[in-house]
């Protein structure tokens, strides 16, 4: 095999779900313009095959759907690209980053690397900003005027908790998307702007199943593409979607 030949084929089974992962959290949507899906959690020993052990549950995405992220997977995708303020929610497969919330600790049972805001805590979301899409601390008793819409600790209840979804993370590119995060949902006809969100309940269940050792990832992708995809990207079987374990919801 030639060298370009073997670079190629390096890059591309490099693409999806990197072996180190045993937690995967699934969301599937019928469309790309579909603002509702479900979502599933799996996991696998060292060279094992993906187990449900949570779902479906409902979940809600973008107003406007789903778009092509950049992350582990889907940046090199031909189609619509998740840009600034479009309302729609990345697809691909993406690192879960810290979990954020209001309350000193995590939920009774988690262990995952945790960050309490308070008022000097904002996510940018300014495509102009040199921390576009990072999370920073500034003093809140003189914040800059291009962060005052970027609290994190705002009162609002649907950020009570937050996962990071590491979209367009490494490194940012201006205006390609931010803040994306898993979160609590408004209510059960309400989609996002851009984030996956789900009930309380559900929420907290996630945040206390994830583990850092094992390297958590999200994938989300409509019906089609997930057929398409998910042998090359080490994704669990659709065979193995339904037949998901069943939750309340």
């Not at 107003?63 to 929610?89: H, S, Y």
């Not at 998307?177 to 006809?189: D, L």
Request: hydrophobic residues 35%; glycine residues 10%; charged residues 20%.
């Amino acid at each position: 095999m030639c060298l370009l030949a073997l670079l190629a084929s390096s890059a591309y089974a490099a693409e999806g779900v990197p072996d180190d992962c045993s937690q995967l959290i699934v969301a599937v949507a019928p469309t790309w313009d579909s603002a509702r899906g479900e979502l599933r959690l799996f996991e696998r020993s060292p060279g094992g095959n993906w187990e449900a052990v949570s779902g479906p549950l409902p979940v809600l995405f973008g107003k406007k759907g789903i778009a092509w992220g950049t992350g582990l997977a889907g940046q090199n995708e031909p189609g619509l690209r998740k840009k600034e303020r479009d309302g729609r929610a990345p697809a691909g497969v993406f690192e879960i980053g810290k979990v954020f919330g209001y309350d000193a600790n995590l939920p009774a049972g988690a262990d995952y690397p945790y960050h309490q805001v308070t008022e000097a805590d904002v996510w940018s979301d300014d495509p102009r900003s040199p921390n576009y899409n990072r999370h920073i601390v500034i003093d809140p008793k003189n914040p800059p005027n291009n962060y005052r819409h970027e609290k994190m600790r705002s009162g609002d209840f649907a950020y009570h908790w937050l996962i990071e979804i590491r979209h367009n993370s490494d490194p940012p590119v201006p205006g390609a998307g931010s803040a994306i995060f898993f979160h609590i949902r408004r209510g059960v006809n309400r989609p996002t702007t851009g984030c996956t969100t789900m009930a309380q309940d559900n929420l907290v269940k996630v945040i206390t199943w994830l583990r850092a050792k094992r390297h958590p990832c999200y994938a989300l992708l409509p019906v089609g593409e997930y057929e398409n995809k998910w042998r090359a990207w080490n994704l669990p079987s659709p065979e193995a979607l339904r037949g998901a374990v069943s939750l309340a919801r």
